[in-house]
């Protein structure tokens, strides 16, 4: 078991770094070779790795997934370049491309008595003349498809638990989706506005990113057993810390700051379609419905607190 263990953590942490490659490979692509410089961004990921299987035998930790924070740090700047040189060119000069989907065609479809040498070049000219809007929107489904996948392959971290780890996985796969639709559809919104909305719609997204290294929404925090009195006293903040995390998630992570663009894109850009409205309404809902939660949650406490401090003072 520590062997399978020892391998999944090199594997998980080598897909981080292989990505995060291809990500620089094609910044340096569109622009210059100094931007391998970013590789250097790397090395940390690395370091993490060495000390995790020397120290931790390749665990993860309860609370935050180091390599899942540093594999986000490695990519982000590169997908960030990719964009903002994506809308430059659109605005300035558009250029002749081909779709993904037609390059994946057309290497199925190559011929197989083709010299390797002869087949690898042409797959590296194929690859630099596709779309470069499909270029960004792979390596964010990738980005995202990478995360919930690494975090299955990791090994566990002490105190969670693998029923812990399923809830974790299934909240990362609606976030994903999310955040995709969010990030493709609201920048395919706004393609004659200025940079100064771009800029704002990454960060959003870049923000939102953070969710995936934090396991506070799936791993309660058991407050010690030091008498029903003590109990008593414990916080909202650590007697639902999981409902109050996942309650800020959506507030201050996600759907709230989604609603915020989206509403600024309807209203000061005057950009409206059906999808943008259902989604718009879609997270003032969850915003709406995890406000009425918490008011939920506080009101239960203050309840259950007061029945306890009577049910103490009766003899």
Request: net charge neutral; charged share 20%.
């Given at each position: 078991?520590?062997l ?6 090199i ?11 291809v ?5 340096t692509t569109?622009?210059d070779?100094?931007y ?24 993860d930790y309860?609370?935050f997934?180091?390599?899942?924070f ?11 370049l990719l ?7 659109t605005?300035?000069?558009p250029?002749k491309?081909?779709?993904f989907?037609s390059?994946?065609?057309s ?9 390797n040498?002869t087949y ?7 690859l ?9 929107l792979?390596l964010h ?5 990478l995360l919930?996948v690494g975090?299955w392959?990791?090994p566990?971290?002490g105190?969670?638990t ?5 809830q974790?996985?299934l909240i990362?796969?609606g ?5 995709l639709?969010?990030?493709s559809?609201t ?7 200025g940079?100064?909305?771009v800029y704002?719609?990454?960060a959003v997204?870049t923000?939102s990113m953070?969710?995936?290294p934090l396991h ?10 030091v008498g029903?009195?003590?109990?008593q006293?414990?916080s909202i903040?650590t007697k ?8 800020m998630e ?12 989206r509403?600024t894109?309807m ?5 409206f379609?059906?999808?943008?409205g259902?989604f718009?309404i879609?997270?003032?809902?969850v915003?709406?419905l995890?406000?009425?939660?918490l008011?939920v ?6 309840t ?8 103490i003072?009766?003899?």
């Amino acid at each position: 078991m520590g062997l399978i263990k020892f391998t999944c953590a090199i594997i998980t942490r080598a897909l981080f770094v292989l990505v995060s490659l291809v990500g620089v490979w094609r910044v340096t692509t569109v622009k210059d070779d100094r931007y391998w410089l970013l590789t250097m961004l790397f090395l940390p990921l690395v370091v993490e790795m060495i000390v995790t299987l020397k120290r931790r035998k390749g665990k993860d930790y309860k609370w935050f997934s180091p390599p899942i924070f540093l594999f986000l740090i490695s990519i982000i700047p590169s997908i960030w370049l990719l964009e903002l040189h994506h809308r430059l060119l659109t605005v300035s000069e558009p250029v002749k491309c081909k779709q993904f989907d037609s390059y994946i065609r057309s290497v199925a479809t190559v011929n197989e008595t083709m010299r390797n040498r002869t087949y690898l070049e042409s797959i590296k000219q194929d690859l630099s003349s596709v779309c470069a809007n499909d270029w960004i929107l792979a390596l964010h489904q990738i980005l995202l498809i990478l995360l919930i996948v690494g975090k299955w392959l990791l090994p566990l971290g002490g105190g969670v638990t693998r029923d812990e780890l399923s809830q974790l996985l299934l909240i990362f796969v609606g976030t994903a989706a999310d955040i995709l639709e969010f990030t493709s559809e609201t920048l395919s919104d706004i393609k004659d506005s200025g940079p100064e909305l771009v800029y704002i719609i990454l960060a959003v997204w870049t923000w939102s990113m953070l969710q995936f290294p934090l396991h506070l929404a799936v791993v309660p925090t058991k407050p010690s057993d030091v008498g029903e009195q003590a109990s008593q006293r414990t916080s909202i903040l650590t007697k639902h810390s999981t409902d109050m995390w996942s309650i800020m998630e959506a507030l201050f992570i996600q759907d709230g700051p989604f609603l915020v663009v989206r509403l600024t894109v309807m209203t000061y850009f005057n950009i409206f379609h059906q999808m943008l409205g259902f989604f718009t309404i879609k997270n003032f809902l969850v915003v709406i419905l995890n406000m009425y939660r918490l008011i939920v949650i506080c009101e239960n406490f203050r309840t259950s607190g007061s029945r306890t401090i009577e049910d103490i003072a009766v003899p």
